[in-house]
């Protein structure tokens, strides 16, 4: 069995990384715009969902069974956002609490 060594960091290696673009000017608004599609297919789904019931309710020729899929789709999706937003929640609170 043979061990290869560790090869040493150049001036060039660590030049080159305080050079490197920040992360912070990479990201953007990715955070934000990722909670805001969520939303709107949380959005979407309950207004599918309540078109649905009212066709149905209006005497369309809706299957029952779809309406119950969309409604329960929308209620998952809304119960994963709250599970979400308690997570998000718990750690605020877990590092507002925390001493220095």
Partial sequence: MSVTPIQPISMVAIDGAREAT???????????????DG?????ADLSQ????ARQ????????VHDVMIAF???HLKL?????????VVDAYQSLTNMQL
């Fill in 22 to 36: 920040p992360l912070s000017s990479l990201q953007g608004n990715g955070f934000m715009n990722a909670l805001g």
């Fill in 39 to 43: 939303l709107n297919s949380i959005n």
């Fill in 49 to 52: 969902a309540d078109t649905l």
């Fill in 56 to 63: 149905l309710a209006a005497g369309d020729k809706i299957p």
């Fill in 72 to 74: 329960e789709q929308a």
């Fill in 79 to 87: 119960q994963m956002a709250v599970e979400v937003r308690n997570r």
